[in-house]
């Protein structure tokens, strides 16, 4: 039976779901060059649900030892279950991989500039601290934001809230007409984008499928009976998909500078 909470999200979001959607970044990108600057703003948000998912998992379950019963044995099976497929899924040979590594994989092959992210990820090794490594890799303002948003997110430590974010701002969001430009540059050049393009099916046929079934479960779980947690998941969840039409108006700009 359809939870009427889960429902009033969904409603209430329903627009700025189709603003994404619809936005128009998607019918600027032409070609390659112009799919290499798309993934290089879009990749810090597959490595923030990564740091997002993780979070959920280190609040839902015991990640320490002495290990301990913790939380709701559902609760633990829903968000362990979604970790295993997107930290350990497998590539187009079967290779064991996280969703991002998938990505990164991706951006080598078809020559996107990746020394951003990388940048970003050797400084987090060395200190830890994300403000410094957002500024080391020099990242537009709209990627810092996004980050800076999903992480204020999870230091809230409020399970409900990531758990919301992550169910709601972060699935389903792919439209049709950038899955077939997509197929139209690969029957053009196949060996520069086909890791992409197996990402991309990836991602609509676990994502978009199965996790998005566990992660709703989730969400309902951990909001439970209270309207308090529900109206807080259904406010964070608005100012997730907003940061979201943000990131994409800066992938915008660069493209469209790029044909000026």
């Not at 020394?115 to 400084?123: C, L, M, R, Y």
């Not at 990627?143 to 399970?159: E, L």
């Not at 991309?200 to 439970?224: F, K, N, P, Q, Y």
Request: hydrophobic share 40%.
């Amino acid at each position: 039976m359809e939870n009427p909470q889960i429902q009033n999200i969904q409603n209430s979001i329903q627009s700025l779901r189709n603003e994404i959607i619809h936005h128009k970044l998607y019918s600027v990108i032409e070609d390659i060059e112009d799919l290499k600057i798309f993934m290089k703003h879009h990749v810090f948000a597959v490595w923030d649900f990564m740091s997002l998912l993780k979070s959920l998992q280190n609040n839902l379950t015991c990640t320490t030892i002495p290990w301990i019963p913790t939380g709701n044995a559902n609760t633990r099976y829903l968000i362990n279950e979604i970790v295993v497929g997107e930290e350990s899924d497998v590539d187009q040979f079967g290779n064991r991989m996280s969703h991002f590594e998938l990505y990164l994989q991706s951006m080598k092959q078809c020559g996107a500039e990746s020394n951003q992210i990388e940048t970003f990820i050797s400084t987090l090794l060395q200190n830890k601290n994300l403000q410094n490594a957002l500024d080391e890799s020099e990242a537009p303002s709209s990627v810092k934001d996004f980050v800076n948003f999903t992480f204020s997110i999870i230091h809230s430590n409020k399970p409900h809230l990531m758990a919301a974010v992550f169910t709601f701002g972060r699935e389903d969001l792919i439209p049709g007409m950038f899955i077939s430009m997509i197929e139209d540059i690969y029957k053009r050049i196949p060996d520069s984008i086909s890791t992409f393009k197996y990402y991309l099916e990836r991602h609509i046929e676990v994502d978009g499928d199965h996790h998005s079934h566990l992660a709703l479960e989730m969400t309902r779980d951990l909001c439970g009976t209270d309207e308090t947690l529900w109206a807080e998941a259904s406010e964070y969840t608005k100012l997730s998909l907003q940061h979201r039409i943000g990131l994409w108006n800066g992938a915008y700009d660069e493209i469209m500078f790029r044909k000026s």
